[in-house]
């Protein structure tokens, strides 16, 4: 490993003039933090706090970027993205962001909704037909539910599906034995797989983070007509110019791609090379809950387009009232707060693809009303405040999965604003 003096080496990029910046980010307007009302100096902060996680070993590296008003005013790359052989984080540098790709396969439904090819209100199993046998398990026995998980269900994460951890034995050997999450598989045969397993509780009636965004993949294929990438490319990505993200990263890029390292907390950084998918002709599997790789840049252009109410520059993509329903709270009751093993996020409910701030508790503490966002299982994270038209992408490659750098800088990017 590279002397800490290497790593400091590469800790700090300079903000980028125009015509340095990557070409995608480069077509969001820049602007100086006064002019849209924010203090430079107080976002300096955000470099300084950054820094001193690297020197901590905290995270090997990191990039962040900041938008207020639909303008660029922050762009850094700190850090290396690969220690052991000395190279540095950098704008373009390529992020497994895992389940940040839900919010992009949710907007894809959405524009399907838009498009009256897709109802929130479908039963699954109206695209996907292995689904008319769903069976939801109640007192020890997997039974009818009283009524099918929905795609507004698959959207909200309420349909009680899991990623194989509910606390229910039986539910959770059941998803040991079906067809795996992993790239070898295709997404049909995980579906068909999937379908075998019962739900943790009746739809609608609880919150269970899984493989729902998954499912709703498939959804979008079955509703489209067009393989899941393909939508995705055509339909996304081609026409907001995010021509870094994809479920396959090609061999000319692939030595752009952030290493993963696995921290301990008391100053170790351990090289991890073995993660769920290769991003390669290997990779089958069409995850829309977790298997896109893509840059900051091309992130911030499409979490750009949902801000601006489903529109950048001058192309729609979503009406601008169906990113407002998917930026709201839809939980209710038990469903209510979301949450995770040894992990409830009071004031957090959840809408059509993102988790929504609905009260001001101690999780999550420095974040405002109607913040809305998520991250990915390697500590990526963005959100965004309608309130403040401000947007912010932070990506890093570390496990255990930790909200250390979101919860760091973030009062310091709110505090900026004057």
């Given at each position: 490993?590279?002397p ?6 590469w800790?700090?990029a300079?903000a ?5 910046q990557?070409?995608?980010?480069r077509e969001l307007?820049?602007?100086?933090p006064a002019?849209v009302?924010?203090s430079?100096a107080k976002?300096?902060?955000v ?5 001193e996680l ?12 900041i ?6 005013v922050?762009?850094k790359?700190f850090?290396l993205r690969?220690?052991?052989?000395s190279?540095?984080m950098?704008?373009?540098?390529i992020f497994?962001?895992?389940s940040m ?19 929130i ?10 689904f008319?046998?769903?069976r939801?398990?109640?007192?020890g026995?997997?039974?009818t539910?009283n009524?099918?998980?929905t795609v507004?269900d ?5 349909a ?5 951890f ?15 999450l ?33 499912l709703?993949?498939a ?22 110019g ?21 921290v ?5 950084l351990t090289?991890?090379?073995r ?16 298997g896109l ?12 387009m949902?801000?601006?109410g489903?529109e950048l520059?001058?192309?729609?993509f979503?009406k ?11 939980l ?11 992990n ?6 959840f ?20 913040e809305?966002?998520?991250g990915g299982?390697l ?8 309130r403040?038209?401000?947007v ?5 490659q570390t496990l ?5 750098l979101?919860d760091a800088?973030?009062?310091l990017i709110?505090d900026?604003?004057?």
């Amino acid at each position: 490993m590279k002397p800490l003096a290497a790593i400091l080496l590469w800790t700090v990029a300079p903000a980028l003039s125009l015509a340095e910046q990557p070409r995608l980010i480069r077509e969001l307007p820049l602007a100086k933090p006064a002019a849209v009302g924010m203090s430079r100096a107080k976002l300096e902060l955000v470099d300084e706090k950054v820094t001193e996680l690297i020197a901590r070993k905290r995270l090997a590296g990191a990039v962040v970027v900041i938008t207020r008003r639909g303008k660029l005013v922050y762009n850094k790359s700190f850090g290396l993205r690969d220690i052991e052989n000395s190279k540095p984080m950098e704008p373009d540098t390529i992020f497994r962001i895992f389940s940040m790709t839900k919010a992009i396969t949710s907007a894809a439904a959405m524009m399907l909704v838009d498009e009256g090819k897709l109802r929130i209100e479908d039963p699954v199993s109206s695209h996907l037909p292995a689904f008319k046998k769903a069976r939801v398990w109640k007192n020890g026995k997997a039974i009818t539910p009283n009524n099918p998980p929905t795609v507004k269900d698959l959207l909200c994460h309420t349909a009680g599906y899991s990623y194989g951890f509910t606390g229910i034995p039986e539910i959770d050997k059941l998803h040991r034995q079906a067809v795996p999450l992993v790239e070898g598989e295709l997404l049909t045969d995980f579906c068909a797989g999937m379908a075998n397993v019962p739900m943790a509780f009746e739809p609608g009636e609880g919150w269970l983070y899984g493989i729902s965004t998954d499912l709703l993949g498939a959804v979008v294929e079955h509703a489209s007509g067009m393989p899941l990438a393909r939508f995705f490319q055509e339909r996304i990505f081609e026409p907001l110019g995010m021509i870094d993200t994809a479920f396959v990263i090609p061999e000319a890029k692939r030595g752009r791609m952030a290493v993963v390292y696995r921290v301990d907390k008391k100053g170790a950084l351990t090289r991890n090379d073995r993660n769920l998918f290769s991003y390669s002709s290997k990779t089958k599997m069409r995850s829309g809950g977790g298997g896109l790789a893509s840059t900051i840049g091309d992130y911030t252009r499409f979490l750009q387009m949902i801000a601006n109410g489903g529109e950048l520059h001058g192309q729609r993509f979503l009406k601008k009232k169906t990113v407002a329903e998917m930026t709201r709270n839809h939980l209710t009751g038990p469903a209510m707060p979301i949450r995770f093993p040894n992990n409830i996020r009071h004031g957090t409910g959840f809408g059509l693809g993102f988790c929504v701030k609905v009260a001001q508790t101690d999780w999550n503490k420095a974040g405002r009303l109607d913040e809305y966002g998520w991250g990915g299982m390697l500590s990526t994270h963005f959100w965004i405040s309608p309130r403040d038209e401000l947007v912010v992408v932070t990506m890093e490659q570390t496990l255990p999965f930790d909200f250390m750098l979101e919860d760091a800088i973030k009062p310091l990017i709110y505090d900026a604003i004057e």
